[in-house]
């Protein structure tokens, strides 16, 4: 039996009503606890879902829980008005408040099972008895477990009437087994690789049925593996079988993308062990092999890269791509771990990092959720021209450095935009700052999620409320580098090296958005471009890297944590371009700048060595978050082994010359404009879009363009 194909077809029938039943039943536990502190309340309602959402089994499930039920009638408009009153009296956390982009200590949890954190929770109320705050804490961390205990005990309750009512022996056998395994795991620890699953992906759709947004299943590879090898040892599991479980797992992700909701999920494989050591295993090639089976826009899969690792794990994550579906992105192991290792992350945890979200590097399990945001490098370069301002965003405002006039060389010039620069990263700071400090987190109590984060329980603390063993991390998403050192070397060539033009020529040339400048923005466009390898264009993503560094690191976060840099988009690059006016580059404005890490599309022209070659310029060690470079190549690049060794090749020099991430697109660009024209017939069509992949004829008309005006290889 084919339970993928069979659990596919059953998953995408999209269910009737709208998503109420969660926050009806937190609504109702809310109504009882008038009176009662926030955390009380809150573990209070999360029991409350834990005792009553409606669990759905399939009939060919192999893993339990399913976000179906979720989906009930329509409340009548004064039911949803007083439910929302609720809601909003409460409150909730958001992204930029450390509410989610989240990855659990699963590797501890499964460890200990639930009886084993139970423990936990009861000797650190003996340790803390004489702490009412820390007792109350602890006792709502107490609660919300013995709620998931519930949820277990409820799920293998559900999976046995399933058995009971299907008519196919091998459906009821499977189901049957399903619930034996949820009925031990519902307060033992597992023990077996399904059991260990199963526990897995229903504490992650319990977090992320309390509204948590890309909450990541990180290295998956490593935390699973000593139940893979015990059972593949002992016989009771064969590498195939955890294929398809893992398929039947992943294949419910898309499940909430098809009720109408997203499930932004990233997994890690490969890449070094704590202790240093080869972390490539069987179970990296199943998950591999089960997202492909899948072949939906999640998982976000990353493949992690080290020194000395097997060519063929690279050489499958290039198949995998070369289906079209985009993943996994590919990430260095040389550059992120002295990334995070500087920051006084413990070697060992570093070397533990994996992903949220997109691409943004975290330390599982040890440190409060995940923030970020996008900081328009290209709107400080126009400040330089414009008094302080943008041409099109008229609420942007920098500072007034030197007139143009009285700027004679390139160092001053430099000077002005790094002073833009450095207001432009205080005042995001500032902002950010007076967002994040201003909730009191005590309100807004997670003893779910802090069950899941050392070293909440031991110090009977939430997770933003100094439980976690680091403080919070922010990441400042610095966008258009490629933009910037096209800019910035067109000055330096055209201004003060050839002396073609002055600084206000190309000041109002700019401002005109180059009407009437037609002649000049050809000379622009005709300049040495980053991404070919050029050192004196490739000198300013070098700086660009450095100075972003230098200014966003003497801040600090609420709790004392630090601020990342990335070098990534996420798309925005199409909006920023719409909000900034023209660029020294030749860009007009409103155009998208430079996406993410990547040279400028059409501008990358001596091949992809020769761009791998600027790429891995910039020490990206300095760039703790991560980067963002994408990469388009015709399909035979990757399904003609000839031409994939080469590929492969390419890839390794370039990271082991410090390139920190790559992400590759492999559909042909006549396949790409007939989905434009004819989106019909390309509904399952999937794409590397960011940071991510997507369905391509849901993509906005504008997104669909910018990875369509990719750069195609189709040699090395």
């Known amino acids: 039996m084919n339970h993928l194909a069979l659990l596919k077809e059953a998953v995408v029938i999209p269910a009737a009503g709208e998503k109420l039943v969660s926050d009806l039943i937190r609504f109702h536990s809310y109504r009882k606890t008038f009176g009662k502190s926030p955390v009380t309340a809150r573990a209070a309602a999360q029991k409350a879902w834990f005792e009553q959402y409606p669990i759905h089994i399939y009939e060919y499930d192999r893993i339990a ?58 000797e650190s109320l003996v340790v803390h008895k004489n702490e009412p705050e820390k007792v109350e804490y602890l006792q709502a961390q107490k609660e919300v477990l ?55 992906w229903l504490i992650h759709i319990s977090l992320t049925m309390q509204g948590k947004y890309a909450m990541a299943l990180g290295r998956m590879d490593q935390y699973l593996y000593p139940f893979y090898r015990h059972d593949i040892d002992t016989g009771k599991l064969t590498h195939e079988d955890a294929c398809d479980m893992l398929a039947c797992t992943f294949i419910k992700i898309g499940e909430k993308h098809w009720m109408g909701g997203d499930d932004v999920n990233n997994i890690c494989i490969g890449g070094v062990t704590r202790d240093g050591e080869e972390g490539i295993n069987e179970l990296s090639y199943a998950i591999l092999h089960a997202v492909r089976d899948c072949n939906i826009p999640g998982p976000n899969l990353s493949a992690r890269m080290h020194e000395g690792m097997p060519t063929e794990f690279l050489d499958e994550c290039l198949k995998v791509i070369g289906t079209g579906l985009g993943y996994p992105a590919l990430m260095n192991d040389i550059v992120n771990i002295p990334a995070l290792h500087r920051h006084g992350y413990t070697i060992e945890d570093a070397r533990d990092y994996c992903f949220v979200g997109c691409i943004e590097n975290f330390i599982p399990g040890k440190q409060p959720a995940w923030s970020d945001g996008r900081f328009n490098v290209p709107h400080s370069l126009e400040a330089v021209f414009h008094n302080g301002f943008s041409t099109i965003q008229k609420s942007f405002m920098g500072i007034e450095t030197a007139p143009l006039e009285e700027i004679t060389t390139m160092e001053e010039f430099m000077a002005a935009f790094e002073a833009q620069l450095a207001f432009s990263a205080g005042e995001y700071v500032t902002l950010f700052n007076n967002q994040n400090s201003r909730i009191n987190y ?38 258009g580098i490629a933009t910037i050192a096209d800019s910035l070397y067109a000055v330096e060539r055209m201004v003060f090296t050839d002396k073609k033009y002055t600084l206000t020529e190309l000041r109002d040339a700019l401002a005109a958005n180059f009407e009437g400048y037609e002649s000049m923005r050809a000379e622009l466009q005709s300049l040495p471009k980053y991404g070919n390898n050029d050192d004196a264009v490739d000198k300013y993503a070098i700086w660009y890297v450095s100075y972003l560094d230098k200014v966003f690191s003497q801040y600090r976060t609420r709790d004392g944590g630090v601020f990342y840099t990335a070098i990534a988009s996420n798309t925005a690059n199409v909006g920023a371009g719409y909000v900034t006016g023209a660029t020294p580059d030749g860009r007009l404005a409103s155009v998208p700048m430079s996406d993410a890490a990547s040279p400028t599309y059409g501008m990358d022209k001596n091949g992809p060595t020769a761009a791998f070659l600027s790429l891995c310029k910039p020490d990206y060690r300095l760039v703790s978050c991560g980067t963002v470079v994408n990469q388009k190549y015709t399909p035979d690049m990757l399904n003609d082994p000839v031409k994939r060794a080469a590929l492969t090749a390419a890839i390794q020099v370039y990271f082991s010359m410090g390139g920190q991430e790559l992400q590759i697109n492999c559909v042909s660009r006549e396949m790409l404009k007939d989905a434009m024209e004819h989106p019909e017939n390309y509904e399952d069509l999937v794409v590397r879009v960011s940071g991510f992949s997507a369905y391509y004829t849901t993509l906005h008309h504008s997104v669909q363009n910018d990875i369509l005006n990719r750069t195609e290889h189709s040699n090395i």
């Open 442 to 479: 005590h309100h807004y109590a997670q003893p779910f999620m802090s069950l899941f984060c050392d070293d909440c329980i031991a110090r009977g603390m939430d997770i933003n409320c100094g439980g976690a063993r680091y403080p919070s991390v922010h990441g400042a998403c610095c966008m």
């Open 65 to 122: 829980g399913s976000y179906r039920g979720d989906y009930t009638a329509p409340l009548s408009e004064d039911e949803l008005k007083r439910m929302n009153n609720i809601k909003y009296s409460y409150g909730e956390l958001e992204f930029r408040t450390n509410s989610d982009h989240f990855a659990p200590g699963y590797d501890r949890f499964l460890q200990d099972g639930i009886c084993g954190v139970m423990a936990r929770i009861e």
């Open 146 to 200: 013995q709620g998931l205990s519930i949820f277990v005990r409820r799920s293998s309750e559900a999976a046995l009437e399933a058995a009971a009512k299907t008519d196919k022996p091998e459906c009821r056998k499977e189901l049957s087994t399903l619930a034996s395994d949820l009925a031990y795991i519902s307060w033992n620890k597992p023990v077996h690789f399904r059991q260990a699953l199963n526990l897995v």
